[in-house]
């Protein structure tokens, strides 16, 4: 066996693949000892353990990753001592793979390891702190949070050649920073900093996919100061950065859902139409339907809503009938996401004086609601509102009565009566008992 190994390692190594030996051959670690170093072993296997953390950390697999990271940290260790960017890179990763588990105190820990090996390594301790950053953000702690992201900050500005995009992704981050305290208008500060940088250079992909995420959440933070103008520019600027950039398919999808929301909030219906059927367009064209199928109902449901407010029923029935269509064909008859299709249905057959279609696809949305949630579920007891409207609308308020109560109990089972929806369901209960009344008196006289 030594004999025919050495054949093998000599091959090998002709094709200068010494380090790599162990990874490439099928025979046993112990076989190589007497021709390859120890040291150059060891610097394989460790390559050879990071490359397979990395590889489990993107498939999720991130308690296994960090046994290989383990293993990988004491390979490091013997090779190149306690304080060597390598080793402080382990420790970086090990943390980083902690946060992902949701280990936030361990991470820190390691992070901090990381910095006290690195040597001063400023590039190391630029991921450390912002890792640090992230970990006290997610405990709740904004203030090191802040702090840690300010020593980022500084560290950036002091190099001989500032990163203009790494600077301005930390003033980004402090944005966000600001936006989880409700601190709207330090966020927006913040994000027109990131902004200005990033503009400068917009022919770089990276930069242009950056600012689309900045200027979408920019456009967040308008929206909740009721800023709405702002807050369309914003989202215009979205589609214009992502318009046949490559690779960036579905973001900007994004965009264009996000331009037909904020149309219809404003009650600008035409562009929502507009904009909800580019989106519609770009999916069917752009990618695997199969795949995009709950997407492609959603902004179906919300085309046939703004048909419907324009006043063009057929095209409203049209549209959520192609969402029906498509749940049907690549998800079944019961799937859930035909709840709320149906229910719109209902809704709009009974405010265009259908009720009795309206009632059919109001039992629909409820059996299927019952079916994959239980009886009593919130989504239940939304499909249940919806019905009662229809027999309402249908003048029978017996059966529309029995609909809002049993939905009144699902929301009290769930404790969820400080919703508005409880609250409308209380005064529509009211309106009906007169209703009956009414009924009653009429069939006395």
Do not use: W
């Given at each position: ?20 030996l162990f990874s490439k ?415 009653v008196n009429k069939a006395?006289?």
């Open positions: 066996m030594q004999r025919f190994s050495k054949v093998i390692f000599c091959a090998l190594k002709g094709q200068g693949n010494q380090l790599n051959s099928r025979l046993p670690y112990s076989s190589f000892l007497c021709y390859v170093p120890q040291k150059n072993f060891s610097e394989a296997r460790f390559k050879e353990l990071i490359n397979e953390a990395q590889e489990k950390n993107k498939s999720g697999r991130h308690k296994e990753a960090l046994s290989d990271f383990q293993e990988a940290l004491e390979l490091c260790q013997s090779l190149y001592g306690q304080q060597n960017p390598n080793t402080s890179k382990v420790y970086s990763m090990i943390g980083a793979t902690l946060f992902n588990c949701g280990n936030y105190p361990e991470a820190i820990k390691n992070a901090i390891r990381a910095l006290q090996t690195s040597n001063n390594d400023p590039k190391i301790a630029i991921g450390v702190y912002n890792l640090i950053a992230n970990c006290y953000a997610r405990q709740g702690d904004f203030v090191e949070a802040h702090k840690n992201l300010e020593k980022k900050l500084d560290i950036i500005r002091k190099s001989e050649k500032v990163d203009e995009f790494e600077l301005a992704v930390t003033y980004y981050d402090l944005a966000n920073l600001f936006s989880l305290q409700d601190k709207i208008y330090d966020a927006i500060q913040y994000m027109k900093r990131a902004i200005a940088l990033l503009e400068q250079d917009i022919n770089v992909g990276r930069n242009r996919v950056k600012l689309s995420e900045i200027y979408t959440d920019l456009s967040a933070c308008h929206k909740a100061l009721n800023e709405y103008e702002e807050a369309t520019k914003c989202l215009i600027r979205v589609h214009d950065l992502l318009i046949n950039l490559k690779g960036e398919e579905q973001a900007f999808v994004n965009a264009l859902e996000n331009l037909a929301s904020i149309y219809h909030e404003q009650g600008i219906f035409e562009r929502a139409v507009s904009y909800n059927n580019q989106a519609i367009s770009q999916l069917m064209n752009n990618s695997n339907i199969a795949e995009n199928v709950s997407r492609l109902c959603a902004i179906y449901d919300r085309l046939g809503i703004d048909y419907h407010m324009l006043g063009d029923f057929n095209k409203a029935i049209d549209s959520l009938s192609k969402a029906v269509e498509l749940i049907v064909k690549y998800k079944g008859e019961n799937h859930p996401d035909l709840i709320h299709t149906y229910s719109t249905l209902s809704a709009i057959y009974t405010e265009n004086d259908d009720p009795k279609k309206g009632i059919d696809y109001g039992v629909k949305a409820v059996q299927i609601a019952e079916e994959n949630f239980g009886k009593e579920d919130i989504d239940t007891a939304e499909a249940l509102c919806n019905l009662g409207y229809a027999y309402m609308s249908g003048k029978e308020p017996t059966k529309a009565k029995e609909s809002f109560e049993r939905a009144k109990r699902i929301f009290e089972i769930n404790k969820r009566t400080e919703s508005d929806t409880y609250h409308r369901i209380i005064t529509d209960l009211e309106e009906i008992e007169k209703i009956i009344k009414t009924y006395k006289k």
